[in-house]
């Protein structure tokens, strides 16, 4: 919270060390990442004795908190060995007639939207195999040309390329770039309108756009487009591109 101008409270100065156990099998090698909060230590007020060094080994200290993340895991195995075995490459999972949903706003083409979508999370939750097989069908097969219906700009913006970017930012790995960016190159031209706000659907077939049928006098929606920012954003930091800006 700001301190006003007019207290006599001292500012002070607190550093945060985080320590990450990955940096180095040694621990009193390992090097700290550094966050300073407040005036930096040529202030006068700057203590050296305010540090709060945190050191963690990815393990929750909690037996509860190990508890919840263990079921979530669970729920996430679960959910994902059911997609995976009944409808593996479909966009979603009918979990009643176990049966894959390709009828949804992406149409009738299989895109793999579950894949995509969970690539981040599988990485996180260290599901190492299934995150492989995710990968591979997402490099393979993955593609966005076969699509002959209008789709839907946020939707696949929010779940396509930001998945591809999520999985790239945690491996580092360059093809989920180029896929990011050639799902992102089918969208742009939702942004020829009279006032470059997109339309909210387009055909990366023919590249028309237009705007839902229920929406007042064919308007675009704030909350929709308003968000397009972040992945672009950060697909033209990645890619030296500036179009996405």
Same mark, same amino acid.
């Given at each position: ?36 909060? =407040? ?45 995976? $075995? ?20 992406? =149409?009738? *083409? ?10 981040? *999370?599988?990485?996180?939750? =260290? ?13 393979? $097969?993955?593609? /966005? ?14 779940? /396509? ?29 939702? /942004?020829? *309108?009279?006032? =470059? ?8 077939? *023919? ?24 992945? /672009? ?13």
């Amino acid at each position: 919270m700001p301190i006003p101008e007019n207290s006599n409270q001292e500012a002070t100065s607190l550093t945060i060390k985080i320590r990450s156990p990955y940096t180095a099998k040694d621990q009193d090698n390992a090097k700290d990442s550094e966050i300073s909060i =407040g005036n930096d230590k040529s202030h006068d007020n700057y203590d050296e004795t305010n540090i709060l060094v945190i050191t963690s080994d990815g393990e929750d200290k909690e037996n509860d908190i190990r508890k919840k993340r263990d079921t979530v895991k669970q729920m996430m195995a679960h959910a994902w060995k059911n997609y995976e $075995k009944y409808a593996f490459g479909g966009n979603e999972l009918n979990p009643l007639s176990m049966e894959p949903n390709n009828k949804d706003i992406f =149409g009738k *083409t299989q895109l793999g939207l579950t894949i995509v979508d969970a690539l981040d *999370t599988l990485y996180i939750m =260290g599901f190492t195999e299934e995150f492989k097989r995710a990968q591979e069908w997402t490099l393979k $097969k993955l593609n /966005f040309r076969t699509v002959e219906n209008y789709i839907p700009v946020f939707e696949t913006n929010i779940r /396509f390329v930001g998945g591809l970017l999520s999985a790239y930012a945690l491996t580092g790995n360059c093809k989920f770039i180029q896929k990011a960016e050639e799902i992102a190159q089918l969208l742009l031209p939702a /942004f020829n *309108t009279p006032t =470059g706000i997109p339309n909210g659907l387009i055909n990366p077939k *023919t590249g028309r756009g237009r705007n839902y049928d229920w929406t007042i006098d064919d308007s675009a929606i704030l909350a929709e487009f308003g968000t397009l920012h972040l992945e /672009f954003k950060y697909l033209s930091d990645i890619t030296g591109n500036p179009k996405y800006r």
